[in-house]
């Protein structure tokens, strides 16, 4: 989404994200106080303080051990997110700026660099004739398309190579993805921070956008999942 989930209702919250049960001394780590995490071995939380919050931090994570095992964090960094705060996925409206909370999974990298030396991760090169198409009206709409189709206005699209910064690396996010709900919103992306709040997306300082990467492995079927602090969210998953 320009800088500045099949669906199936999980009856389950993100819990109290970043915060220790009632009288717990000490909490599990976050994933294991999660309803759902994807099914996968791999996590990214996006935890911000609140709804209205435009920052906050995203931390990865490795489920370690036979069976349920446990959760490790493999690293954490700031993050940003949509200058419009935080929103009920299942109810976004495109055009607000805000982030989607909720559980989703990342279907593929994409980058203007290179990919980070030992990306596993399925990695798209942003050319310079990739478009994001935003347009409503369009056949092909939120998705990649080479070149830009005619019914894909350019004015609600992202042409993918004038965002240096930002799409130096990035993972898609699931959001309205894979079966897309026109004015839902387009283009959520996990990407390198550009120096302010996103219109949507969750972005992290480069380095750490890169660490994600070399981490991030397909197999073990990370998903991202956004929420806040203090409110509880049902996940929708995708």
């Known amino acids: 989404m ?45 935890v911000a303080p609140g709804t209205g919050s435009t920052t906050g931090t995203v931390t990865w994570w490795d489920r370690r051990g036979a069976g349920d095992g446990r959760w490790v964090r493999a690293g954490s960094a700031p993050a ?6 935080l929103t009920d996925g299942a109810t976004r409206v495109q ?32 050319r310079k004739d990739s478009w994001w198409c935003q347009d409503n009206a369009s056949r092909a709409y939120n998705r990649w398309t080479e070149p830009r189709p005619a019914d894909c206005r350019a004015a609600e699209a992202e042409h993918l190579v004038t965002y240096t910064a930002q799409y130096a690396h990035a993972l898609v996010v699931g959001f309205n993805y894979h079966r ?15 120096r302010g709040a996103t219109a949507g997306c969750v972005s992290v300082p480069s380095e750490a956008m890169r660490r994600i990467l070399r981490w991030a492995k397909p ?15 049902a996940i929708t998953r995708y």
């Open 2 to 46: 320009r800088p500045g989930v099949v669906a199936v209702l999980v009856s389950a919250s993100l819990l109290t994200l970043g915060a220790a049960p009632p009288g717990a001394s000490s909490s599990p780590p976050l994933p294991a106080r999660m309803a759902d995490t994807g099914g996968g071995t791999q996590l990214i939380t996006a």
């Open 80 to 85: 940003r997110f949509g200058a419009g705060g």
């Open 219 to 233: 197999y073990e079927r990370p998903h991202l999942a956004i929420g806040t602090e203090g409110g509880r969210t």
């Open 95 to 126: 055009g607000t700026n805000t982030t989607p909370t909720g559980l989703y999974d990342l279907p593929y990298a994409f980058g203007i660099r290179a990919a980070p030396r030992g990306t596993a991760y399925p990695y798209r090169p942003v």
């Open 180 to 194: 897309p709900v026109r004015g839902r919103g387009a283009g959520i992306f996990l990407h390198v921070d550009g």
